[in-house]
């Protein structure tokens, strides 16, 4: 576990986390920690489907070990412009990375792949991505279709 709160700062935890087999590892520190960090239960199509549970750190509070984000293989869909991460070799889901859409570099990445983690114990928000909360273009559920090469 990480900082203090003396001077402000605000306290935070750091994790190991990773894929099944090991070929992905990495560590991402989050402020607030979990248990007290709220992580996203989204119902869109893609989260329910890979299984996320996402909390969103900032990119230089992640650590890939070993290269590990090079080794990540990627699926996108909807707009296309995210990367949604996995072990190429285990099907692991490790997260999104949001580089090509934030204005910060962020990554969601999911509880799932965290060491030592008891997701029974996490504080989440649901979020009806289903039914397009914002952002839209990331959680309306829907699909590219792509034979026509446009939504429905
Ligand atoms: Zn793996």
Redesign the pocket.
């Known amino acids: 576990m990480g900082a203090s709160e003396q001077g402000g700062q605000e306290e935070s935890g750091t994790y190991e986390g990773g894929?099944?087999?090991?070929?992905?590892k990495f560590s991402v520190t989050l402020s607030p920690p979990l248990p007290e960090y709220t992580v996203m239960n989204c119902s869109c199509s893609g989260c329910f489907r890979l299984g996320y549970l996402l909390v969103y750190p900032k990119a230089k509070d992640v650590v890939w070990h070993n290269d590990g984000r090079k080794r990540c293989a990627s699926y996108r869909f909807n707009t296309k412009t995210k990367d949604q991460m996995f072990?190429p070799?285990?099907?692991?889901s490790i997260g999104i990375d949001f580089e090509a859409v934030h204005k910060e570099h962020t990554y969601g990445i999911s509880v799932r792949a965290l060491y030592g983690i008891n997701i029974d114990e996490l504080n989440y928000k649901k979020l009806k991505g289903v039914t397009r909360v914002e952002p839209a273009y990331d959680l309306s559920g829907h699909i590219w279709d792509e034979e026509k090469q446009e939504m429905r």
């Open positions: 894929c099944h087999c090991g070929y992905i072990c070799k285990c099907g692991t």
